[in-house]
């Protein structure tokens, strides 16, 4: 089965090592739909979905969500959730970034065998 969304095995320990601290998570993609984005990481009574999000799939145990107008533009690319241990300047609502990482998302382009495998859009 084709994947929208998948982790590395690295975030997919950083993640249940933040569900042991914090409790029940969501991720999400951060706004900008670019290579090398951060996916934020919530805990579960903070984020509120709206009408224009969407759940691309699960990872770690964790929902996760994009925007309709990411998904446009990310609609042909698995997204990969890879953790940096070296994270840089500049502030993010993540709770990553308290613990010591950050949840990076990059993708790659679907073969035309996978993208004919994906079902329809994601629901909100």
Known sequence: MVERI???DSALAFIERLMLKHGPL?????GACRE????????????????????????GGCRF?????????WQYHQL????????GEGGSLSLGDLDGGRLQTRSRVYSTEEWAALSLKPSH
């Open 6 to 8: 998948v982790a590395t």
């Open 26 to 30: 969501v991720l999400c993609q951060a």
């Open 36 to 59: 090398d984005g951060a996916a934020n990481c919530l805990p579960q009574g903070e984020f509120i979905a709206g009408t224009a999000d969407l759940i691309l799939g699960e990872i």
């Open 65 to 73: 969500y994009i925007t309709e107008s990411q998904y446009e533009y």
């Open 80 to 87: 990969i959730v890879d953790v940096m241990t070296q994270i």
